[in-house]
Nanobody, 121 residues
Framework: QLQASGGGLVQAGGSLRLSCAAS????????MGWFRQGPGKEREFVAS????????YYADSVKGRFTISRDNAKNTVSLQMNSLKPEDTAVYYC????????????????WGQGTQVTVSS
């Protein structure tokens, strides 16, 4: 129901834009978020956005560099990633849910398949 795309290989300092398209149901009233899992690491929260788009939250490690947005008409959420660093290398997952704790992965009911982001130094 969630399909993430836009990953790839980029040099440090570069930018990528991830997109996630929902199908089968609408998440317009729910929270959508991005998580990532680096090699040998646990899955960690990156960013989330409320149903209206009026509330956004970011992990400290990406604040000021990443921007999350959503288009409810298209049932999509995006993550603009600027000033990328090698430590941003991970598989990025989009997620969605209702009545959840935004930075807790287990509280999201719906997950995409992940897209690989690799940042070279």
């Amino acid at each position: 129901q969630l399909q993430a795309s836009g990953g790839g290989l980029v040099q440090a300092g570069g930018s990528l834009r991830l997109s996630c398209a929902a199908s089968g149901r609408t998440f317009n009233s729910g929270t959508m978020g991005w998580f990532r899992q680096g090699p040998g690491k646990e899955r960690e929260f990156v960013a989330s956005i409320s149903g209206s788009g009026g509330s956004t939250y970011y992990a400290d490690s990406v604040k000021g560099r990443f921007t999350i947005s959503r288009d409810n008409a298209k049932n999509t959420v995006s993550l603009q990633m600027n000033s990328l660093k090698p430590e941003d290398t991970a598989v990025y997952y989009c997620a969605a849910g209702f009545r959840l704790t935004v930075n807790i992965a287990s509280s999201y009911a719906y997950w995409g398949q992940g897209t690989q982001v690799t940042v070279s130094s």
